[in-house]
Each structure stands twice: as structure tokens, then as C-alpha cells.
């Protein structure tokens, strides 16, 4: 279905978000179905007819799971957008998805079904409709093993998509866990502040390797012209630099790109907030200004399943807050 970027991103980006917020209903959060939209912002088609095909596979992907599976949760929209993009169906998707968690536990990772899916939407897509087999399983363990060694306390479930991504990689684990580490070490001299998130962003960078340690310059470039500019680029930020720092083009030519799609963002409804509008702009400015490289295209799609795992995680985060607080 993927047919290219359109000539105005943020006018088929809109369109698409209306065209899945028409329908939202009351419980659901027009954030999966922002990313949704982002997702299929490469599609060609009519916004309409996408976001009717996006929410059949999301209905589809929630019956499958059943009355208790992870994909009854509002994940599944992204989850449609990319299967739909690469012309995948829920019923293969969900099969497939069964099998290879068993191979997971083989294999020796731990368990957490909704980045167990993530894990398998990447490692499916790399492989363009191939089986994941028992071998692919055990490099994502030992990818994650590797990744561990240098980060014990950071490195968990929430970083199998990026394993599975990295997995299909032909490098030894042990050496790519090795300049994903100089990354990060690269990164904090640009002043960004260790946790997770740097991590992630580390592991982004290793992924278009000829690029990877001047993008890691230009990320810190990036983030001090963004502070002229009067935005404070923070933590839950740092995904989005690492990608837009992969871009050739001048730095002010990007910012300026980001600002406008931002403030456009902004005004779409509900209004989104400024993390999730910087967010929106970043992607699109990435997809407006990377028209000609595929390799970044194929990264941008990755990206996204990295910023739908923020998503988990931050509504995990608040669920455990509601949790505590019931128990105190």
C-alpha cells in the first residue's frame, strides 16, 4: 500500500487524523490514533477509505486478542496502521505473533506481551513476510544480553523492538552493543543526559551506521540551535534528534521545518500537548525532507514503533501513580 510521501505531509496527515478521530469514542485516545495517522501518512489513497481499512484491522486485531489480550488495548491503531502499510492482515499478524512468543521464551527473554508485539511487527516487516524463526528469536535475546552488560539497570522489555530491529542486522551482537555504547558515551558529551532514552536514541543511530557518529554531532548541534529557537529539547525528546539529525539538510532549514509542523499540530482537535505536537513535527518534518532516501524511510517506520512503546510505558507510569495512590 506504501506508495510515497505526499507533496504537503501535514494536509494528508490531517485529513487522516480527522478521518480516525470521526469515529473515536468516548474511551478511546486520539494519541494511538495520532500515530496511526502518522503511520499512514506514506499510503496513497483517499484519508477516508485509509482510516476506514486502519480501524477494520484494529477491530479485527481486537477480536482476535480476546477478552484479555494486549492487542484489545488502543495499541492496536498504530499496530493496523503499520500491518496495513505493508499490505499484512491481522489474522497473519496474530498467528504469527502466538508462535514467536513461544519462541521468545525459548529463547530466554523475559515476558511483556506488548513489546513482545512490538518485537514481532519489527522482525516481521524487516523481513518482509517471512517466518521469524527459532535463530531470530535467539539474537534478539542475545542482543539484548549484550545491550545489558552495558546498561544492567536500563536495559529492559520496553528495548526488544529495538533488539528485533538490530537483530536482523549482519554485524556480531557483541560489536554492535559496542558502538551503540561509544554512541551513547558520544551523545552524552553533546551534554544529553543518560537514562533510557538516551539509550534508545543510541540504538536509532547505530541504524544508518554510515551516518552514525556525525549524526551524533549534528544531534547536539541540533539540540543547541532548537534552544535558540527557545525550545528546550528534553529527555522524551531525544528519539526525535536522533532522527532528524540523520537529515543532510542545514540545521536551520530542519528546525524551521519542525517549528512549522509543530505550531500547525497544535492547532489540530483536541489539542494535542507539547510533547506529542513536537513529536508530530519532528516525524513529518523528517518524511518532508527525506523524500529521496528510502534507507530513512525505512528508519522513520521503526521510529514510530519507538514512539508508540513512549506511549506504553508513560500510560503504564501513570497507571502504576493511580494504583499507588489507591493503595495509600
Given at each position: 500500500m506504501v506508495h510515497g510521501i505526499p507533496v504537503h505531509p501535514f494536509e494528508h496527515f490531517r485529513e487522516l487524523d480527522q478521518a480516525l478521530n470521526r469515529q473515536r469514542g468516548w474511551f478511546e485516545s486520539a494519541v494511538y490514533l495520532r500515530y496511526a495517522a502518522m503511520a499512514a501518512v506514506p499510503c496513497d489513497g483517499d484519508p477516508y477509505d485509509l482510516a476506514r481499512a486502519i480501524r477494520e484491522t484494529a477491530d479485527q486485531l481486537k477480536r482476535l486478542a480476546g477478552w484479555f489480550g494486549d492487542l484489545r488495548s488502543e495499541i492496536r491503531f498504530a499496530v493496523a496502521a503499520l500491518l496495513n502499510a505493508k499490505g499484512d492482515s491481522a489474522?497473519?499478524?496474530?498467528?504469527?505473533?502466538?508462535?514467536?512468543?513461544?519462541?521468545?521464551?525459548?529463547?530466554?527473554?523475559?515476558?511483556d506481551a506488548t513489546y513482545e508485539i512490538l518485537a514481532v511487527l519489527v522482525l516481521r516487516s524487516g523481513l518482509?513476510?517471512?517466518?521469524?524463526?527459532?535463530?531470530?528469536?535467539?539474537?534478539?535475546?542475545?542482543?539484548?544480553?549484550?545491550?545489558?552488560?552495558?546498561?544492567?539497570?536500563?536495559?529492559?522489555?520496553?528495548?526488544?523492538?529495538?533488539?528485533?530491529?538490530?537483530?536482523?542486522?549482519?554485524?556480531?551482537?557483541?560489536?554492535?552493543?559496542?558502538?551503540?555504547?561509544?554512541?551513547?558515551?558520544?551523545?552524552?558529551?553533546?551534554?544529553?543526559?543518560?537514562?533510557?532514552?538516551?539509550?534508545?536514541?543510541?540504538?536509532?543511530?547505530?541504524?544508518?551506521e554510515g551516518r552514525a557518529e556525525v549524526a551524533a554531532r549534528r544531534a547536539g548541534v541540533l539540540v543547541r540551535r532548537f534552544k535558540d529557537h527557545g525550545v528546550t529539547i528534553r529527555r522524551n525528546d531525544y528519539d526525535e534528534v536522533a532522527l532528524l539529525a540523520f537529515l543532510l539538510n542545514d540545521p536551520e532549514e530542519i528546525i524551521a521545518r519542525v517549528l512549522a509542523y509543530r505550531d500547525e499540530a497544535r492547532r489540530l482537535k483536541p489539542r494535542p500537548d507539547k510533547h506529542v505536537a513536537f513529536n508530530i513535527g519532528a516525524n513529518l518534518a523528517m518524511l518532508d525532507l527525506m523524500r529521496a532516501d528510502q534507507e530513512l524511510l525505512a528508519i522513520s517506520q521503526v521510529k514510530l514503533i519507538v514512539d508508540v512503546q513512549a506511549v506504553v510505558a508513560a500510560h503504564r507510569a501513570a497507571a502504576a501513580v493511580v494504583v499507588a495512590a489507591a493503595a495509600s
Open positions: 489474522g497473519a499478524f496474530h498467528a504469527e505473533v502466538q508462535r514467536v512468543r513461544k519462541l521468545f521464551r525459548g529463547a530466554g527473554l523475559p515476558r518482509e513476510g517471512r517466518p521469524i524463526e527459532v535463530d531470530h528469536a535467539r539474537r534478539v535475546k542475545e542482543m539484548y544480553a549484550e545491550l545489558k552488560m552495558y546498561h544492567r539497570w536500563l536495559t529492559d522489555s520496553g528495548d526488544f523492538p529495538a533488539c528485533a530491529i538490530l537483530s536482523l542486522r549482519p554485524e556480531p551482537t557483541a560489536l554492535m552493543a559496542q558502538r551503540i555504547e561509544q554512541l551513547y558515551e558520544g551523545l552524552r558529551a553533546e551534554g544529553f543526559a543518560r537514562g533510557n532514552e538516551l539509550q534508545s536514541s543510541a540504538c536509532l543511530l547505530y541504524l544508518s
